[in-house]
């Protein structure tokens, strides 16, 4: 299984970029697939999920800025981010659980990146002030 996340760079503060994270090996049509970052000296944090009935969650630091995204027959995710902050600045993963979602697993759950079995490889987003 590989998730291959693409899509980083350099942008302006104010500015947009759009990540993506492309799964081979399995589908995750059924799974909780997220983002999470982790910007130096600091934790990894999670930042977007998505669900397998396409319900989306997000931390208040990135609601209304980031919109995770899902395409079934491609077998990928998205991350749109918008209104870039310096602060975005970090290294983003897209992952990936192993396990088929259900009602009965909390959104709370999801956000924990000990959660997630699958991981990308990382794409780095600067953001410049």
């Known amino acids: 299984v590989q998730l291959q996340a693409s899509g980083g760079g350099l942008v302006q503060a104010g500015g947009s970029l759009r990540l993506s994270c492309a799964a081979s090996?399995?589908?995750?049509?059924?799974?909780?697939m997220g983002w999470l970052r982790q910007a130096p000296g600091k934790e990894r944090e999670f930042v977007a999920g998505?669900?397998?009935?396409?319900?989306?969650y997000y931390p208040d630091s990135v609601k209304g800025r980031f919109t995770i995204s899902r395409d079934i027959a491609k077998n990928t995710v998205y991350l749109q981010m918008t209104s870039l902050k310096p602060e975005d600045t970090a290294v983003y993963y897209c992952?990936?659980?192993?396990?088929?979602?259900?009602?009965?697993?909390?959104?709370?759950?999801?956000?924990?990146?000990?959660?997630?079995?699958?991981w990308g490889q990382g794409t780095l987003v600067t953001v410049s002030s």
């Open positions: 998505i669900r397998w009935n396409g319900g989306t």
């Open positions: 992952a990936g659980e192993r396990f088929v979602d259900s009602s009965t697993v909390t959104v709370d759950f999801h956000k924990r990146a000990d959660s997630y079995d699958f």
């Open positions: 090996g399995r589908t995750f049509s059924r799974n909780a």
